[in-house]
């Protein structure tokens, strides 16, 4: 199975300031029909867990432009340029490129 | 808009059976592929299963193939989780979500397996 491990598991951030979640696979992710099945997703607190970023860097409707996602192979990055007070939560990632699907061990988001 | 409402959770003594359920309404079910996914209480996220489309694929976790069957009605726009031989470590919250990348996911139904 693919192994995804996330950086850092817990991250205090600053409001105004940017943050960075790095998820790295075990295995490369892109799959045979040319897509990178890599994909974030944030769940607040008592809340379900929402999408983000589908296949690495697409922005869902309604996700603030400050949320970006990047990478290629096994290495991919989930950036926030600029954290506010609703970014508080815990993010994940997962690959849906080899069967089984694996998520990250998530990175829990809260503010200095 | 998308509506995406589990039922069936519950709690089950070890070993027991129980079926879960995940009402679609707001989109045209029959073309996506769906998801369920769990998570144990204060923990992570864990991929459980997935069927296409039409139904003629399903797969599985290792945590959960040959004890878990997902199956879909296209006429209720209906998903479906049977678990049976349920075991202490399935207790969680269960999630179904939309489509092969997860667009869109229900608010879960909490399963308790205890005796």
């Known amino acids: 199975d693919v192994v995804m491990t996330q950086s850092p598991l817990s991250l205090p951030v600053t409001l105004g300031q940017p943050a960075s979640i790095s998820c790295r696979c075990s295995q490369g992710l892109l799959h045979s029909d040319g897509n990178t099945y890599l994909h974030w997703f944030q769940q607040r607190p008592g809340q379900s867990p929402r999408r983000l970023i589908y296949?690495?860097?697409n922005r869902d409707s309604g996700v603030p432009d400050r949320f970006s996602g990047s990478g290629s192979g096994t290495n991919f990055t989930l950036k926030i340029s600029r954290v506010e007070a609703e970014d508080v939560g815990v993010y994940y990632c997962i690959q849906g490129t080899h069967w089984p699907f694996t998520f990250g061990p998530g990175t829990k988001v809260d503010i200095k | 808009q998308v509506q995406l409402v589990e039922s069936g959770g519950g709690v089950v003594q070890p070993g027991g059976s129980l079926s879960l359920s995940c009402a679609a309404s707001?989109?045209?079910?029959?073309?996506?592929?769906m998801h369920w996914v769990r998570q144990a209480p204060g923990k992570g996220l864990e991929w459980v299963s997935f069927?296409?489309?039409?139904?003629?694929?399903?797969y599985y976790a290792d945590s959960v193939k040959g004890r878990f069957t997902t199956s879909r009605d296209r006429s209720s726009n209906t998903l479906y989780l049977q678990m049976n031989s349920l075991k202490p470590e399935d207790t969680a919250l269960y999630y179904c979500?939309?489509?092969?990348?997860?667009?869109?996911w229900g608010q879960g139904t909490l399963v308790t397996v205890s005796s």
């Open positions: 296949k690495v860097s």
């Open positions: 979500a939309k489509e092969y990348s997860f667009e869109y």
């Open positions: 707001g989109f045209t079910f029959s073309p996506y592929g």
């Open positions: 069927i296409r489309y039409d139904g003629t694929n399903e």
